[in-house]
């Protein structure tokens, strides 16, 4: 780095000094805290992105949100060429930089890293960074400290693509690297016509009632809801309205899919009269999305349909298509692609939701907690189909699989026979130019759960009965340092300390169906227990067992 570059570095990180016992780290969800205190982090996390895009040689993204934080909160996540998370090797370089207490230290920091990582100013091409925010007040000025730290690297350039979901930033990146349109009206059209096509594809015999055909969304007060109503004039016929679209309630508060999935009750502005209409909830970046209905009686409790039953539908719907073009009388099964389709889960998903995508005849594979290693895993498959509860998760194809049904489809076409199986060709091309790749997206997820249920021919009555959730409790238990808990298997085994699994083990047995694990925190010095069972009290009672147990051997010894 010579000195014009250094000395342009240290002119502008002077403008944005750290905050006085300010620590941040850079997880699945990037850098995030109040919004007062995150102006030298943006502008630093600006820099991070230009590097990332001169080290790739490709444009990266950096968007501005807190997704489902409350409204005072903001952070920001940076978007590699993939359309992806950031990569893991790059969250400690992340973390350096955004704690760098001098700007003549935080020079240093990237003069020695850009040497280790080889990046250079006299590539082919210059580094280009998308940006993107949220609806949060604090978007503006954070937006503008990120900018400088774009600028401050020499020949980087900075698109402000306005306020946008995060799925939105990541598409468009993911897009523009692979020599695309990558405009937000680019993505509603692929969005829209996508869904029509797919729509188009409904067997004839199958309409829906007049409840079953409407949908009543929660845009959590947040960008969501505002993109879906532009979206929704593009889908013609389709009866979508929209509530806490953010013309007048809080961002995330008492709104959301984040507050529908933990709490369990309706989100505010929906009522009784919305009794047996299908509803969803987005979360306040548009990243997640939940499906409910409101019971008939006249509490706040709803009849939840999390991720792990949206997961449970997109496998069912492929793995039908998949069988239709396996289909007897085809005189041209490919002996040599049989797709491979696999299920990604943690070890939060509810027992009964795996059981049933086993009874399917799916492979279901497990990662530790968190979207980057659930989608890496999803990417080994022809189709990956991952999702978390919480209603955060994607499907994605390779491309091999993407050239074999465009190949599968030209062929087809030349027949007059295999009209059946040259429509799950087009089914399964369809979703994948509708579901997001990049990331989980709410919009796209919203429109494919719409779409298969048209298909089916089902009320969200009829889904949610696929199979019943086992009842289960979480809880969290302090410790003196969580790092004394190690996992084995997808989180759920633990290696160390010695003998605390073989007792988990004992408690475990004494329950029907009965499940449960301990994981250390990422965040905090808790560690976290979940546990399930066949009725709530015995869910209950085998956490609290797991909870003493985790207490006697890592805790303050207080469980007496």
């Known amino acids: 780095m010579d000195d014009n570059q250094k000395s342009l570095i240290l002119k502008s990180s002077s403008q944005y000094p750290l905050p006085q016992g300010v620590k941040l780290s850079y997880g699945t969800a990037g850098f995030r805290a109040d919004a007062s205190i995150l102006e030298s982090t943006v502008f630093r996390a600006g820099i991070l992105a230009a590097l990332r895009s001169l080290k790739t040689q490709s444009l990266t993204g950096l968007m501005i949100t807190a997704s489902h934080n409350k409204v005072t909160d903001n952070g920001v996540k940076i978007a590699d060429p993939s359309g992806g998370m950031l990569t893991q090797e790059w969250e400690p370089f992340a973390d350096a930089i955004a704690n760098s207490p001098?700007?003549?230290?935080?020079?240093?920091?990237?003069?020695?890293?850009?040497?280790?990582?080889?990046?250079?100013?006299?590539?082919?091409?210059?580094?280009?960074?998308?940006?993107?925010?949220?609806?949060?007040?604090?978007?503006?000025?954070?937006?503008?400290?990120?900018?400088?730290?774009?600028?401050?690297?020499?020949?980087?350039?900075?698109?402000?693509?306005?306020i946008l979901t995060t799925p939105q930033l990541h598409w468009m990146v993911r897009a523009r690297n692979k020599d695309m349109k990558a405009t937000e009206l680019d993505y509603f059209v692929q969005l829209s016509s996508s869904f029509r096509f797919l729509v188009d594809l409904t067997p004839n015999q199958i309409k829906m009632s007049k409840t079953d055909g409407k949908l009543?969304?929660?845009?959590?007060?947040?960008?969501?809801?505002?993109?879906?109503?532009?979206?929704?004039?593009?889908?013609?016929?389709?009866?979508?309205?929209?509530?806490?679209?953010?013309?007048?309630?809080?961002?995330?508060?008492?709104?959301?899919?984040?507050?529908?999935?933990?709490?369990?009750?309706?989100?505010?502005?929906?009522?009784?009269?919305?009794?047996?209409?299908?509803?969803?909830?987005?979360?306040?970046?548009?990243?997640?999305?939940?499906?409910?209905?409101?019971?008939s009686n006249n509490t706040s409790k709803i009849d939840l349909v999390d991720g792990d039953k949206i997961l449970s539908l997109f496998a069912l719907f492929i793995k039908e298509q998949l069988s239709i073009l396996k289909m007897e009388g085809d005189d041209h099964v490919d002996e040599n692609y049989e797709a491979r389709l696999g299920v990604v889960q943690t070890a939060y998903a509810n027992g009964a939701s795996t059981d049933y995508l086993k009874q399917l005849g799916l492979e279901v594979v497990f990662t530790p907690t968190g979207v980057k290693y659930l989608h890496e895993k999803a990417a080994e498959y022809d189709i990956g189909i991952y999702f978390e509860a919480n209603g955060h998760g994607t499907i994605l194809f390779s491309e091999s699989f993407l050239s074999w049904l465009n190949a599968r489809n030209n062929e087809l076409s030349s027949k007059s026979k295999g009209l059946e199986q040259q429509k799950a060709v087009l089914r399964l091309l369809a979703v994948s130019n509708l579901i997001n790749q990049a990331v989980g997206d709410a919009l796209s997820g919203l429109l494919l759960v719409e779409a298969i249920l048209q298909y089916k021919g089902w009320s969200i009555h009829d889904w949610s009965e696929l199979y019943h959730d086992l009842p289960s409790r979480q809880l969290k238990v302090k410790v003196v340092d969580r790092t004394a808990v190690v996992t084995a298997n997808a989180e759920t085994v633990v290696v160390r300390p010695p003998l605390i699994q073989e007792a988990i083990n004992v408690e475990v047995a004494k329950y029907p169906r009965g499940r449960s694990f301990i994981r250390p925190s990422g965040t905090e010095d808790v560690i976290r227990v979940y546990a399930e069972a066949s009725i709530q009290a015995a869910a209950d009672s085998l956490a609290n067992s797991v909870a003493t147990l985790a207490d006697q051997f890592l805790g303050f010894g207080n469980s007496g």
């Open 102 to 162: 001098t700007p003549q230290h935080f020079v240093q920091l990237i003069d020695e890293f850009m040497k280790k990582e080889n990046i250079r100013f006299d590539g082919v091409r210059s580094a280009e960074i998308l940006l993107g925010r949220d609806t949060r007040p604090s978007g503006e000025s954070l937006l503008e400290a990120a900018k400088q730290g774009v600028y401050s690297i020499v020949g980087a350039t900075a698109t402000d693509m306005g």
């Open 216 to 295: 009543i969304v929660d845009g959590a007060n947040g960008v969501g809801g505002e993109k879906l109503e532009v979206l929704k004039k593009m889908l013609n016929n389709m009866d979508i309205e929209v509530r806490n679209s953010g013309k007048e309630g809080v961002l995330n508060e008492g709104v959301g899919a984040d507050y529908v999935q933990k709490e369990k009750v309706v989100p505010q502005g929906f009522h009784l009269k919305d009794v047996g209409i299908r509803c969803a909830s987005l979360d306040g970046d548009a990243d997640r999305l939940v499906y409910f209905s409101v019971q």
